[in-house]
């Protein structure tokens, strides 16, 4: 089955600076690769995705980048703020009938002011 | 405003008993998931549906069940609760297909077994 790494798992970052997290996937028949962000005492919540068509998405300053050769997809986020602190998960499916969701470890983002 | 509902925030429950936990989506999704999350290990998939009476096991399913017996609503069942159970679980729903396929996840139940 589906397994996916992350990296780092935790991430601290003063503010304006950017942020890096890296993730990599066993499936090459994935084809689906969300991040969802979760801050403390709430559920996750997407903020980006991409799917294998795709080689980079952009939304203001969170930009998602993959790599399905090499199977890696990455989470950029440009001038951080305060409110971009929380736990970041990257995930992987194959779509498809049943679109199975397998996450990675998660990342702890803190920005510091 | 799309919902997925979990029955209870905080449970406590003694070692060996028979726990359900609950949960409702009002968004007619026909995926279902059961997640566990613990620090450091992220969200860990214990089942999944994919319709109704319909089920998977996901990466941890030892020690637990699930039943979908109306589309809308998925239980998470731990046939004799240990101690090791205790955490958060998290369910989530999602479209199949489409260009949609975001999951949405309810707010949580955390369980502690003693």
């Known amino acids: 089955g589906e397994n996916v790494e992350q990296h780092p798992s935790t991430l601290s970052v003063q503010e304006g600076d950017s942020a890096v997290i890296k993730c990599t996937y066993s499936d090459s028949a994935s084809n689906y690769f969300p991040w969802y962000k979760q801050e403390l005492g709430k559920r996750p919540q997407l903020i980006i995705d991409?799917?294998?068509?795709?080689g980079e998405k952009k939304d203001q300053r969170i930009a998602v980048t993959l790599n399905k050769t090499a199977k890696h997809f990455s989470l950029h986020i440009t001038e951080t703020q305060p409110e971009d602190s929380a736990v970041y998960f990257c995930?992987?499916?194959?779509?498809?009938?049943?679109?199975?969701?397998?996450f990675g470890t998660g990342t702890l983002l803190a920005v510091q002011p | 405003d799309v919902k997925v509902t979990q029955s209870s925030r905080y449970l406590v429950k003694r070692t060996g008993e028979k726990v359900f936990l609950e949960c409702v989506q009002d968004?007619?999704?026909?995926?279902m998931f059961w997640y566990r999350q613990d620090p450091g290990l992220g969200l860990r998939l214990i089942y999944f549906?994919?319709?109704?009476?319909?089920?998977e096991k996901g990466d941890i399913p030892e020690g637990y069940s699930v039943s979908r017996e109306k589309k809308e609503r998925f239980s998470l069942i731990l046939e004799s609760a240990s101690t090791n159970q205790t955490s958060m679980y998290l369910c989530?729903?999602?479209?199949?297909?489409?260009?949609?396929?975001?999951?949405?996840f309810g707010q949580g139940t955390r369980l502690t077994v003693v």
């Open positions: 989530a729903s999602s479209l199949p297909r489409g260009m949609n396929t975001e999951a949405f």
């Open positions: 991409i799917r294998s068509n795709v």
């Open positions: 549906s994919y319709d109704v009476k319909m089920k």
């Open positions: 995930a992987a499916s194959q779509g498809g009938a049943t679109n199975k969701l397998i």
């Open positions: 968004m007619d999704h026909e995926n």
